[in-house]
Every structure is written in structure tokens, then in C-alpha cells.
């Protein structure tokens, strides 16, 4: 069973960055599916951007070209960078990994966008 944590959330100004990053406990490399999703205030949750197999990527339209995904293999890590953030981009935001055929979730971090 992989377990996720994540890191770097916080408050953070609009127009300003953040890097989150996803520790895994357990080699993720040949994961199907590695990414993070995000559930705000009174909405369902989300998806913000994940990386397939074979290193394609898709990302919500929302944060296309603002946010970028990438993973390091060696640290079993799957980072997210947010740039430009606006105060809809508050959330709690989530690690995904679907690995060896299962799903397996984070327990998110706060990101809170405001001035």
C-alpha cells in the first residue's frame, strides 16, 4: 500500500507562487497515473493536472500554462508549482497516484490564495 504526504501549502498573495510536493512511501516509477487534484470551498473535488505513463500530461483549463507537474523519480516524489495564483485557486490539494491497480490518495494540504 503506497502512502502519500504532502507539503508546502500555505498563504500565499495573488499573483504569487507555491511548490507543492507529494512524497511517496514506495517507488511510484511505473505508476499509471501520478498527479494532484483540489477541492474548494463548497465545490467537489477536482482534477488539477496529472502526468500518464509514458510521460504524456493533461491539466484542468483552469491552470493550464500556470501550473506544471513533475515527478523525481529517485525521491519518489511528485511535485506541483503554481504560478500566478489567484484566489480561486484556494483549495485543499491532493496527491493521486494509481499504482499496481489501485488508487491511492494524500491527506492534502491547504493552499489559501488572498491578500
Known amino acids: 500500500q503506497v502512502q502519500l504526504v504532502e507539503s508546502g501549502g500555505g498563504l500565499v498573495q495573488p499573483g504569487g507562487s507555491l511548490r507543492l510536493s507529494c512524497a511517496a512511501s514506495?517507488?511510484?516509477?511505473?505508476?499509471?497515473?501520478i498527479g494532484w487534484y483540489r477541492q474548494g470551498p463548497g465545490k467537489e473535488r477536482e482534477l488539477v493536472g496529472i502526468i500518464r505513463r509514458g510521460g504524456s500530461t493533461r491539466y484542468a483549463d483552469s491552470v493550464q500554462g500556470r501550473f506544471t507537474i513533475s515527478a523525481d523519480n529517485a525521491k519518489n516524489t511528485v511535485n506541483l508549482q503554481m504560478n500566478s495564483l489567484k484566489p480561486e485557486d484556494t483549495a485543499v490539494y491532493y496527491c493521486?497516484?494509481?499504482?499496481?491497480?489501485?488508487?491511492?490518495w494524500g491527506q492534502g494540504t491547504q493552499v489559501t490564495v488572498s491578500s
Open positions: 514506495e517507488s511510484i516509477f511505473n505508476s499509471n497515473i
Open positions: 493521486y497516484v494509481h499504482h499496481g491497480g489501485f488508487p491511492y
